[in-house]
């Protein structure tokens, strides 16, 4: 299993995509394993139930992906890894492979603008200088989680494609 992690805006589903389909395997995105899980989208789970209750949720579908690691490539939430412990479970759980998808924080402002109001964590955020402060905070808190990642890809200059290359490189 290939688990993609990274900042929000980071391109974890874009590449996550891309590269399941250069290996031939499944590609899963955790956030809609959640939803399944919830019956519910997260933007509604979090209206209702707020966001520990989310994070436990998060929490309990990521062990069960890690319970049975098959070949596939799996796209986390930016948080994913900061809470529960998380972290520590991707790095002790057998076959499986994390890659921090690192972007510069300028790159990852040009992608969450335009589509912020479709992310529960950033919708309320009503200015360009909200946002990066908002987005350079969350750095600084999540990158010691990010950096725990066995293999590293900056993000920022490259397309999904060359992300996708430097990826198998790196892995086989």
């Known amino acids: 299993m290939i688990v993609l992690l990274g900042?929000?805006?980071s391109g974890k589903s874009l590449i996550g995509k891309k590269l399941a389909e250069v290996?031939?395997?499944?590609?899963?995105?955790?956030?809609?394993l959640i939803e399944q899980e919830a019956g519910q989208s997260i933007p509604e789970?979090?209206?209702?139930?707020?966001?520990?209750?989310?994070?436990?949720?998060?929490?309990?579908?990521?062990?069960?992906q890690l319970a049975?690691?098959?070949?596939?490539?799996?796209?986390?939430?930016?948080?994913?890894p900061c809470y529960a412990g998380n972290m520590d479970k991707l790095l002790a759980a057998k076959g499986v492979q994390t890659i921090y998808?690192?972007?510069q924080l300028d790159t990852l402002l040009q992608r969450l603008w335009p589509e912020r109001a479709q992310r529960p964590l950033i919708a309320h955020l009503e200015n360009k200088d909200d946002l990066k402060d908002f987005v350079r905070k969350h750095l600084f808190d999540r990158s010691p989680y990010y950096m725990q990642a066995e293999h590293r890809i900056d993000t920022?200059?490259?397309s999904a494609e060359e992300v996708v290359k430097a990826i198998v490189a790196q892995l086989f």
Do not use: H
Not at 26 to 31: I, K, T
């Open 156 to 158: 920022s200059e490259q």
């Open 68 to 80: 049975d690691p098959k070949n596939q490539v799996l796209a986390l939430g930016g948080g994913t």
């Open 101 to 103: 998808l690192k972007t």
């Open 7 to 9: 900042y929000m805006g």
């Open 23 to 32: 290996l031939q395997w499944p590609y899963c995105d955790l956030d809609v």
């Open 45 to 64: 789970f979090f209206k209702e139930k707020g966001e520990i209750k989310f994070r436990i949720l998060e929490s309990q579908v990521l062990q069960q």
